[in-house]
């Protein structure tokens, strides 16, 4: 099977077609390589792109330029997330075309619930 969460211990000794519960608590934040935002994979699909994260965006962090390979979709669990076209604030649901493009802030902070079905492609590395 393709589909995991890392660092989830408790799903090592799991069958193939066991439900996978996961202690979000215990799974550890991990840095990103933006200043201020850590996440924790929930679940990852390496073969399809799929990936499922918590996110958590420190005040005034942003993501650069980065494009939607596939649609994308973020709940706010706590805080906001903002960008040129709207704001989307706590309880409520933003999702985006594949190939939308923008650049992404919270400038109070943010807790968010992200569902990606390929990664996104950042315009500020030398691809």
């Known amino acids: 099977m393709a589909a995991i969460t890392p660092k989830a211990e408790n799903h090592r000794e799991l069958d ?6 996961v202690d979000v608590e215990s799974l550890p934040w991990e840095k990103t390589r933006f200043d201020g935002i850590e996440m924790k994979t929930l679940l990852q699909d390496q073969e399809s792109g799929l990936h499922t994260t918590l996110v958590r965006m420190a005040p005034g962090s942003f993501l650069p330029d980065h494009e939607h390979v ?8 706590e805080g906001s997330l903002v960008d040129e076209q709207g704001e989307a604030t ?7 075309p594949a190939g939308s493009r923008h650049l992404a802030h919270s400038p109070g902070g943010a807790l968010l ?13 030398s691809d």
Request: net charge neutral.
């Open 16 to 21: 193939l077609l066991d439900s996978r519960y």
């Open 70 to 77: 596939e649609i994308e979709q973020t709940f706010v669990l």
């Open 90 to 96: 706590t309880g409520n649901y933003v999702w985006r």
């Open 113 to 125: 619930l992200a569902f990606f079905l390929k990664p996104n492609r950042f315009f500020d590395l």
